[in-house]
C-alpha cells in the first residue's frame, strides 16, 4: 500500500489547526490594515466580526436566518420527494421510462438556475418563488441517482427472490431499494446544496425577506463587511445541513459502517 | 397461485411421489439477432429423492440455462420440468438454489439472510426462526447470527446461502458451481461439509459444476454434459461408500471415474 496514513484528530492536531485559522485570520487582519484596503473591497477581519455580532445581537440575522432555511428545507423536501418517486417510476416502469426520459435528458443538460428568474417572475416575491427554484434544482441529483441505484442490482440477487416465488413488488421493497439507499442518500446530499444555491439566487432576484435578499441590499448599499458577515451565515447553514445528512446517512445505511473481517476467521482454513 | 399450492404439497414427506427432479426431453433456444442458438437440447435426467447428483460439463453447455429452467424462471423451448412430481409452470417456491457467489444481503444480520425465504415466503415466524437456528448450527455459523455478512469470509458466507437455501424445506437443493470462487482448501473443507449435511438432512440435492473431481467426490451419479448445445453425455453411477474422506481422491477406483468422464471433454476437444 502506497497510501499515507490517514491524520486523526489529537490534542496536537487539533491545536495546530486552530492556530493555523487564527494565524489566517490574523494575516488578513493585517494585509487589509497594512496595504488600506478600501473596506468596501474587502473588509477587515474585525469589521466582519462585529458586522455578525451586531446583525446576530438585533436579531435581524436570526429572522432572515429563519426564513432561507425554511425555504431550502421546503424546496429539498419537495424536490428530492418528486426526484425519488419520479425515478422509482423511470427505473421500474419502461414506459415511464421511454416516454419521460428524452425530457429528463434535455432538462438535466439545461444550467437549471438560468430558470430562476423566470420562476421569480411568475411567482413572486414570496416564499413560492424560492421553494420552486430549490426544488426544481436539486430535484435531479436525486432522480438520477435514485434510477442509477435502482438498476445496479445483480440479477442473481433478483433471481434469488424470484427462485423463492418472491412478487416484482417484495424485489423492489426487499433488495431494489435498500441497494439503492447508498446512492439515493448520495443524491440528497448533492441535492440539499442545490437547494441552497436555487433559494439564495431566487432571493437575489427578488424578494421581501431572507439572508440572499439581506446580502443584496447590503451590497447595493456598499456594505461589504455586512455581505462577508451573511456569507460566514450561510458557509456554517451550509454546512450544518451537510452534516446532518452525512449523519442520516450512517444511521440509514448503517451496513457500510461495519469493517470487512476477513481476515480474522476463525473457521475457515486459509 | 396455482403454483404456489403445488409447491406447498410437494414438501418432503407430504404424500408427494416420484422423483425429487424430472427433467424431460427439455430443449432451449435463444434468439441472438437473426440466429437461433440452442443452449439445451433434449436433456433428460431425474433425482432420486435424498439422492444426490452431480451436473458436470465446461462452460457454454447449458447449466445455468437448466438451473433457471428447473427454478421456474426460463420456460423450456420444449419439454417439461417437474419437481416433487409437479409441473414446473411458473416460478416455485419448494426450491432452494445457492448461486456461485453467496448474494448475500449486507443490510441483513447472517439470521436475518437466513430468514429471507420466510419472509419473502411470509411463513411462521416462530417455527421459522428456530430452524434458521439449527441450520446455522449445522454450518457452524451459530456465533456469528448477529453478525453482518460483510465481517465474514467468503467460505462463511457461502455456509450462510447454504443455510438459507434449505431454511423452508425445499423439495430440492440446486447448488450453482457453489464453491467456485473459493480457494482450494476452502472448497475441499465446504466439500466435506456439504456431504455431512446431505447425510443428515436428507436432501435431495442437485449440484452443478466444472470440477470433474469434486462432482465425483460429491454425487452418487455424474450427468455429463457436452457443449453447443448442451446435451447430456453420459449418466454415471459413482460406486464409493456414501460417506466420503478426501483421501478417497487418491484411490485407483476415484482415479478411474474422473478419467471416464474427462475423456468426453477430450473426445469433444474441450479443455476445462
Known sequence: MSEAPPIHSSVKTVSLSIVLFVALIGLWEFAVRYFKVPAFVVPAPSSMFRALYGGIESGLYLEHLGVTLVEILLGFAIGASL?????????TN?????FLYPYVVVLQSL???ALAPLIVLWFGLGLTSKVIAGALICFFA???????????????????IRSLGGSHFQVFWMLRLPSALPFIMAGLEIALTFAMIGVIVAEF???ERGLGMLMQSMNFSMDVAGSFSILVVLAILGLTLNRIVIFARRRLIYWEQRPGARDADPTDAH | MQVANAGEA?????????PAIDVNGVTKRFRAGADTI????????????GEFVAIVGPSGCGKSTLLKILTGLFAPSSGDTRIGGTLTTGPRRDIGVVFQSPLLFPWRTVLQNVMLPADVQKLNRTTHLARAKELLDLVGLADFKDRYPNELSGGMQQRVAIARALLHQPAILLMDEPFGALDAMTRERMNVELLRLWRTGNTSILFITHSIPEAVFLASRVVVMTPRPGRVAEILDVDLPARRPLEIMNSPEFGAYVARIRAHFGSVGVID
Not at chain 1, 142 to 160: C, F, K, P, S, Y
Open chain 1, 83 to 91: 426526484g425519488f418517486l419520479l425515478g422509482v417510476g423511470i427505473a
Open chain 1, 94 to 98: 419502461r414506459y415511464l421510462a421511454y
Open chain 1, 111 to 113: 444550467p437549471k438556475v
Open chain 1, 142 to 160: 436525486v432522480m438520477v441517482n435514485t434510477i442509477a441505484g435502482l438498476r445496479a442490482v445483480e440479477q442473481d440477487r433478483v433471481d434469488l
Open chain 1, 205 to 207: 432576484l427578488g424578494a
Open chain 2, 10 to 18: 410437494a414438501w418432503p414427506g407430504q404424500g408427494a411421489v416420484g
Open chain 2, 38 to 49: 440452442t443452449a439445451l437440447e433434449d436433456v433428460s435426467l431425474d433425482v432420486r429423492k
